[in-house]
């Protein structure tokens, strides 16, 4: 089993950690660490990956707390907090001032954020897809935290990169619209190349059917789209990015590449 620990200089306390499709007990095509109940997978098998996760992150000094906080994402930017109650909230992210609750999100091309305050007293989980980010999801995780924003940090894990990820001219407008940074229209501006060519795949989000498209195709960069709304919202620690989840086909699900497949988990917690 493969688990990554995110590279940053989070306070002792803050306790994180990014699931690979390695080393679980799922068949194809959620071979075989999927985690996420809602995709079709044998509910049975996924408790066993939660079971085998749990083992394997004992063996690198973390203790994962039970219970963690599941969403039904939808895409939107609500976020709740993490009460770990064994109730599914539809949200898309979850925060926690408490210990032993550990915020979940499930990604397999949209970006995972994790947060947390540099007094290792606050943590968040954020699933950012581009429509996500676009309605501002980044600015409502801000809003959860107590501390400002300038002693907040954040961890950009596995997602799609900007030479995979075609999208719709509709994505890019909705980006440069003047509801989205009307400060930084320049820099979104480079977030997005021009895909040369017809295509007919538009933008997507996990869970729906690709759409159908004649519209002008651009390759949209989701990492440098997230650090801008981090930037914006006050942001400078930030962290990660540096990986691609279409590319990377052994470790990563990606649900642009193989439509039906699982999920990886980004968890945060304080201990």
């Known amino acids: 089993m493969e688990i990554l620990t995110p590279d940053w200089p989070a306070p002792v306390t803050v306790q994180s950690a990014i699931s690979t499709r390695i080393g679980g007990f799922s068949i194809k095509p959620w071979d075989s660490l999927n985690l996420a109940f809602h995709v079709g997978d044998d509910s049975l098998r996924v408790e066993e990956n939660w079971a085998q996760l749990t083992r394997q992150l004992l063996t690198k000094q973390l203790e994962l707390p039970p219970s963690p906080q599941l969403l039904n994402q939808v895409h939107g930017t609500d976020l709740v907090e993490a009460l770990c109650e064994g109730v599914i909230p539809t949200a898309d992210g979850c925060f926690s001032q408490k210990r032993g609750r550990a915020c979940v ?33 980044v600015s409502y995780a801000m809003s959860c935290f107590s501390s400002p924003t300038n002693q907040l940090m954040a961890y950009l894990g596995p997602a799609i990169s900007q030479k995979h990820f075609e999208v719709g001219a509709e994505v890019r407008q909705a980006f440069l619209s003047d509801s989205f940074h009307r400060n930084s229209k320049s820099k979104v501006t480079n ?81």
């Open 105 to 137: 999100v499930m990604t397999a091309d949209c970006l995972p954020i994790l947060l947390c305050n540099t007094a290792g007293t606050e943590v968040a989980a954020v699933h950012a897809g581009w429509r996500g980010l676009a309605a501002g999801i």
């Open 191 to 271: 977030c997005f190349s021009k895909k040369e060519g017809d295509s007919h795949e538009g933008g997507f989000h996990e869970g729906e059917p690709h759409v159908d498209s004649r519209a002008d195709k651009w390759m949209a960069d989701l990492y440098g789209l997230a650090r801008i709304a981090l930037n914006e919202a006050g942001v400078d620690q930030i962290y990660g990015g540096d990986f691609c989840t279409y590319e990377d086909t052994s470790r990563f699900y990606s649900y642009r590449r193989d439509g039906q497949t699982g999920r990886m988990a980004s968890l945060i917690w304080i201990s």
